[in-house]
T-cell receptor
Framework: GAVVSQHPSRVICKSGTSVKIECRSL??????MFWYRQFPKQSLMLMAT?????????EQGVEKDKFLINHASLTLSTLTVTSAHPEDSSFYIC????????FGQGTRLTVV | KQEVTQIPAALSVPEGENLVLNCSFT??????LQWFRQDPGKGLTSLLL?????REQTSGRLNASLDKSSGRSTLYIAASQPGDSATYLC????????????FGPGTRLSVLP
């Protein structure tokens, strides 16, 4: 089946720094990728839809200047959390392919 | 707006029991529905994907059914094992709300040895 690879799986960063998370489709091209966020003891919520070659579409309440999404190729989308704060600590996961049915392994971000 | 709910929120059973997890969605115009497993601190493992035209899917001890018209899906786990302990998420992709999945809150399952 289709494979989506996400990196890193875990990251700890200091408050005020930026963190980049990569999402790659390994064996297929993805014009659209999806980024989700999961706060502790909550379910996954869509943050944004990443579109190759154009601007991402953000869900209501998600700050586009804080969560920068770049989808520069058909196999790679990146999510950069800028000026991270402890409240950004969360589990971030991407999906792609066949209507976003294939998920990456997720990234657990801890901001200290 | 599509909303997904799951019942029960948590379930604790002795090993060997057969069990049913329930998922409901508000808009029946779905493209497909997927059941996932999430272990603590880990990512998602896809268990079963049911297309809107299908009634059920089976994989090993797992069986998922879909009743699109009533907005319901069930995940049946036969002969549960301690290794089945995890959170089970139901997610729906709608026809009307883009290509992303809308997730339910999950059912936290504990299977006791």
């Amino acid at each position: 089946g289709a494979v989506v690879s996400q990196h890193p799986s875990r990251v700890i960063c200091k408050s005020g720094t930026s963190v980049k998370i990569e999402c790659r489709s390994l064996d297929f091209q993805a014009t659209t990728m999806f980024w989700y966020r999961q706060f502790p003891k909550q379910s996954l919520m869509l943050m944004a839809t990443s579109n190759e070659g154009s601007k991402a579409t953000y869900e209501q309440g998600v700050e586009k200047d804080k969560f920068l999404i770049n989808h520069a190729s058909l196999t790679l989308s990146t999510l950069t959390v800028t000026s991270a704060h402890p409240e950004d600590s969360s589990f971030y996961i991407c999906s792609a392919g066949a209507g976003g049915a294939f998920f990456g392994q997720g990234t657990r971000l801890t901001v200290v | 707006k599509q909303e997904v709910t799951q019942i029960p929120a948590a379930l604790s059973v002795p090993e060997g029991e057969n069990l049913v997890l329930n998922c409901s969605f508000t808009d029946s115009a779905i493209y497909n529905l997927q059941w996932f497993r999430q272990d603590p601190g880990k990512g998602l493992t896809s268990l079963l994907l049911i297309q809107s035209s299908q009634r059920e899917q089976t994989s090993g001890r797992l069986n998922a059914s879909l009743d699109k018209s009533s907005g319901r899906s069930t995940l049946y786990i036969a002969a549960s094992q301690p290794g089945d302990s995890a959170t089970y998420l139901c997610a729906v992709r709608s026809d009307n709300y883009g290509q992303n999945f809308v997730f339910g809150p999950g059912t936290r399952l504990s299977v006791l040895p």
